[in-house]
């Protein structure tokens, strides 16, 4: 008998009813007792049974945290007419017609899984005030402190695009500001940007305009916030991210920014960020530009990504029990259950990032409410952005293959021909135009100057010109760029004395100083002076000199800078001033003047000797009081050489009025310049003047006194300007253009490349406050 026959006979044996017995007794209760197999068997499916109904609850467990939501509204929102009208839009063509929307249905591919992730704008007082981290503490996922508002603005979109065969993960910046069809009834031929859409019609509009406009299938969204953004980034531990200098100064606040204060200070290089500071990283875009903005937004995620790709289960456990609750999407549990199992084989995968649209592929257009948006040629993005994430191309490889104009691409598949005749390929062509676009900037002067804005400061002088309206926006903008360039000496027109007084307060932080030399200024500008040069010593305390230029005003500010003479000496004066110096030493400021004026008359030799160095000064005082100083250039000039002899190795910044900082025929600044060419050293003038660009691209002076031509400026310069905005351009770039064809002087034999170096067109109503924290709160992403 084989083995299968025993095994057969055995089990029915062993299954049999037994056979009655002949008895009265009673019926037993009968046992069937399992072979002991059958019972690892069952014992087995006991437990497998135990474990997935363990798996079941626990994957539903974790989805019960999520916040469902499909994305719709019940109603239309609205966007602010005055919201977002703050586009740079310099060097772009304007486009007037109908936006040349893509054909056909969205690219998709079974094997990727395309994401929105949406960031608003909801934050509760934790994340609100200009102190906020005082309230941390309170971010503790719930709704209270990770509420969603369908009031709120959507202003960071990354397509997160997960390849699940390949288990690579790609990010896609959408800039916020890229112009889109609204896609919803009544709105016809309206144009607004793409975050908007999110306050038309909620993260579903969103979807579908990223899914239209791209031309590639959006599976689903996942919707953060500020509070949420923080308590993510601190549930993995925080993240480690390299920072530049001045990301690092905005950060600390030691230039103005847009973000708020943070808990500890950074340091350019690899720093460790908390949430919070995280956050505050990837607000910052006033420093530089929206597009490096959404840059640090993509640096932050993939530092994240990278916190997570060795975690183990039970950290993976914790991790999900903490961010769940933060997020709001339209994945639906089975979805997501079957995302979780393909979790793991993208832990540690390299990530690759690309910007959309890309760069040289748009212009710009109108829309709502006047407000300017960039305009893609999305034929040529919708190619790139496909080739990205379905053709494994890297973003290098992308750009490289991209056409650096839509027209341009859109003539060579029609002619063959490798150019075509385009607005956007004749100013590829044409050198005036691309110097213009590569020297003429938008500025805000909140804030501080780029290289890129200010281009070359290889000079051993810069002159500026005051006597305009926002003179104290002028003055802190070109030192606190200037003086991170190493630029550390500043003159001021005020006179010798009170140079020497606000000397005195950047070296020392004496507040008295500070006031006597605000007193030497008009009564309107001096709480904007001080907070001015508040700041300025805040941000390079005892690291700048300043210098005055000019006669003083009155008597006392020279009394007042004698006293700093002499608290600076420590010499023994000779008995034949011995009483005049401590004469001078008191308070009342005529017995200084009085005194100081008998010194230097009668014994000019024991003064000499007693004040050292310093006589030079005192004497430049002394012939100032006795008015034998003619007021004029001539004074400027030798007071400035003096100042350049002072500091023979420094770069020097000197404000003086008006057009004296212009190199034309017997100006301050050509004198200097001339002075300076004895050493191979340069002159940079920097013109100021005001006025506004009008929608038609020409420019209507504040002042018709000055010497830049409204009519040059506008023929140059007008299709490349944003109405409203300040600007700057350098005049002192390779092969500049203005030199010929209208001028920009209304001296039209002038070459202007020789009068100036750098032209600061300014708006009058653009006349900012002081910066505060505070200021910082309506700031969004």
């Known amino acids: 008998m084989n083995t299968t026959e025993e095994k057969e006979k055995t089990l029915q044996e062993e299954t049999a009813a037994p056979e009655e017995t002949e008895t009265n007794a009673p019926e037993e209760a009968t046992t069937r007792k399992l072979p002991r197999w059958a019972k690892i068997l069952i014992g087995v499916l006991a437990v497998v049974v135990v474990l997935v109904c363990a798996g079941v609850l626990y994957v539903n467990g974790k989805l019960d945290l999520l916040r469902y939501d499909d994305g719709s509204v019940s109603e239309v929102g609205t966007i602010d007419a005055s919201e977002d009208q703050d586009l740079d839009v310099t060097g772009l063509v304007h486009n007037d017609g109908e936006m040349e929307m893509p054909e056909g249905s969205p690219f998709a591919d079974e094997d ?18 200009a102190d906020a981290f005082t309230h941390l503490n309170q971010l503790d996922g719930t709704e209270d402190t990770t509420e969603f508002s369908d009031d709120a603005r959507a202003d960071a ?10 288990h690579t993960i790609r990010l896609v910046s959408i800039e916020r500001a890229t112009g889109v069809p609204i896609l919803l009834d009544g709105y016809e031929g309206q144009y607004d940007w793409i975050t908007h859409t999110f306050r038309y019609g909620g993260a579903k509009l969103t979807m579908d305009t990223v899914e239209d ?8 969204y996942v919707r953060v916030n500020f509070n949420s953004f923080v308590q993510i980034v601190d549930a993995v531990g925080g993240v480690d991210i390299e920072i530049t200098e001045l990301e690092a100064k905005a950060l600390n606040w030691e230039v103005p920014s847009n973000s708020m204060l943070i808990v500890d200070k950074v340091e350019p290089g690899l720093n460790h960020f908390d949430g919070y500071t995280a956050l505050q990283y990837a607000r910052l875009r006033k420093i530089d530009s929206d597009w490096k903005r959404i840059e640090r937004q993509r640096t932050v995620i993939e530092a994240v990504l990278d916190q997570v790709k060795d975690a183990s289960v039970v950290e993976l456990d914790n991790l999900l029990n903490t961010v769940l609750p933060l997020v709001q999407t339209n994945f639906t549990k089975s979805e997501i259950t079957a995302l979780l199992v393909q979790l793991p084989a993208f832990l540690g995968a390299e990530v690759e990032q690309l910007s959309m649209p890309l760069q040289g592929t748009y212009g710009v257009r109108t829309g709502m409410d006047n407000r300017l948006m960039y305009d893609p040629d999305w034929a040529v993005n919708i190619k790139a952005l496909q080739d990205f994430l379905y053709n494994d191309k890297t973003a290098e490889e992308v750009i490289a293959a991209t056409p650096e104009t839509a027209s341009a691409e859109s003539a060579r598949k029609e002619t063959e021909e490798p150019e075509a005749d385009s607005a956007w390929s004749q100013k590829e062509s044409d050198p005036a135009d691309e110097y213009i ?12 100057l780029s290289d890129a804005d200010f281009g070359s400061s290889d000079y051993r002088l810069f002159m500026a010109g005051l006597g305009g309206s926002r003179d104290t926006d002028v003055q802190k903008t070109l030192v606190e760029y200037l003086a991170a360039q190493g630029v550390r000496v500043v003159t001021v027109p005020d006179g010798v004395a009170a140079g020497m007084l606000l000397d005195d307060y950047l070296q020392t932080g004496d507040t008295a100083s500070l006031n006597r030399y605000l007193a030497t200024l008009p009564a309107e500008q001096r709480e904007e002076s001080r907070t001015m040069w508040q700041e300025l010593y805040a941000s390079y305390p005892g690291m700048l000199h300043a210098a005055g230029l000019g006669t003083d005003k009155t008597s006392s500010t020279v009394a007042y800078a004698v006293n700093l003479l002499l608290e600076g000496n420590y010499n023994t004066p000779d008995e034949e001033i011995r009483d005049a110096v401590t004469a001078m030493g008191g308070s009342n400021t005529r017995n200084t003047v009085y005194w100081f004026r008998k010194a230097m008359e009668e014994s000019p030799e024991a003064m000499e000797e007693y004040l050292g160095d310093n006589y030079a000064t005192a004497r430049r005082l002394y012939e100032g ?3 034998e100083l003619t007021d004029g250039e001539e004074l400027l000039a030798d007071d400035l050489q003096r100042v350049l002899e002072a500091y023979p190795e420094q770069q020097i910044l000197a404000f003086v009025e008006g057009d004296q900082a212009l190199q034309t025929d017997g100006s301050l600044a050509a004198r200097m310049q001339q002075l300076l060419e004895e050493n191979e050293e340069k002159v940079c003038s920097i013109g100021v003047t005001y006025g506004k660009w009008k929608n038609n691209a020409t420019f209507e002076p504040d002042a018709e006194s000055d010497a830049w031509d409204a009519e040059g400026l506008s023929s140059w310069l007008g299709e490349y300007v944003t109405p409203g905005k300040d600007l700057m351009l350098a005049l002192d770039g390779e092969d500049c253009p203005f030199a010929d064809g209208d001028s920009l002087l209304k001296d039209a034999d002038a070459d202007v490349t020789e009068v100036a170096q750098k032209l600061l067109i300014l708006n009058p109503d653009n006349k900012i406050a002081a910066a505060t924290a505070e200021s910082a709160e309506e700031e969004v992403w």
């Open 157 to 166: 979109l990354v397509l997160v695009s997960l390849n699940i065969k390949d």
């Open 213 to 220: 406009c791209f031309n590639v299938q959006v599976d689903h």
């Open 112 to 129: 990727v899984l395309n994401i929105l992730l949406i960031g608003t704008d909801e934050r509760t007082e934790a994340v609100n005030d």
């Open 437 to 448: 676009r590569r020297n003429l900037h938008t500025v805000d002067l909140a804030y501080p």
């Open 625 to 627: 009081l006795q008015g």
